[in-house]
C-alpha cells in the first residue's frame, strides 16, 4: 500500500484525487468516516480514497488503521460489496487499537457513482456546499468549501502569515501595495491581487472565507475594511493595539458603518494576546481564524 500526499485532505482534493484515478482507468474505493464514538482524529464524513493499485489518499486515524482500512477496500474491489469497518471500542478486529480509546465506523464502497462524485465536486469547486451520499452506509454527509484567507498588508507579518497559512494547506489571496513585496509572496504560493485594481475581490468574499489586514501603517485599512464588511466573510479582523482599534472604528462609523458592521470586525487580532514577533503573531492569528470556523460551520 502506498500513501498519497496530498497539500490538504479536505473533501475537495480527496474527490479530485478520486475522479483523476478513475478517467485514467483505475478502479477506486470510497472510504466514508461515518461514526465516531469517543475521541478521534477525524469529523464524520471524513473521505478516503483508495485505488486497485495500493495507493491511497486521506486518513481516518492518523495512521493507526488507515493501513487496515485500505487492505479491507482492496477486498471489496474484488467482491464489488459494500460494507461497514468498525475499529476500536466495539470492533472485532482487537489487533488493530485506536490509542485515544474511542471508536470510529467507516462505510467501504467500492465503484462509487461517478456522477455523484462529479456533482460533490463541482459544488465544492464553485464554493458552494453540498449534501452528499452514496447508499444507506454512507447516511447524507454535509461538505462546506474550503478555507480560504484574503489577506492585505506589507512588511514582515504579511509575509510570515501568508507562509504560515500556506504551510497549513489553506489556499491565500493577497493584496499588497509595496510591489517590491509582491514577488516574493506570490513564491509563496498566494495569488496576488493587484491592490488599486482589485475591483469586487473583497465585496464578493464568501461565507467560507477570512479576511484580514496586517498593516503598521494603518491609513491604507479604511477602504478595506469598508469593502470587507459588505461581504459574507465569516472572519474579518485587522492588527494593531486595542487604542488604534478603537479609532479604526470610530473612524468607520464616521464613514458610515452601523453597529451591526462593526461588531464583525475583530481587533486586536490573535487567539494570544500581544504577539510582537512576526511568526509568533502568524501563528496566533491563524489559530483565531480556524477557532472561527469551527464554531461558525
Known sequence: MKRAVLPRYHALDILTFALTRIKAGQRVVLVVLTEI???SARPIGTPMIVCENGEYAGYLSNGCVDADIALHAKTALKDGKSK???YGAGSPYLDVRLPCGGGITAAV???PNIDALEMCLNNLMARQSITFSLGELAPAQHYYPPLHICSAGRGENLL???KTAIAAGISVQVLCPDENEVEALSCLGATMVPFNARDDTLVTM???TAFITLFHDH???LPLLQEALASEAFYIGAMGSRNTHAARLHALAIAG???AALSRLRGPIGLVPSMRDAGRLSVSVLAEIIDAERTAF
Open 109 to 111: 464502497i467500492p465503484d
Open 257 to 259: 458603518a452601523d453597529k
Open 37 to 39: 464514538s469517543g475521541a
Open 206 to 208: 464568501d461565507r467560507w
Open 219 to 221: 491609513d491604507y485599512e
Open 160 to 162: 510570515f502569515f501568508v
Open 84 to 86: 461497514t469497518v468498525r
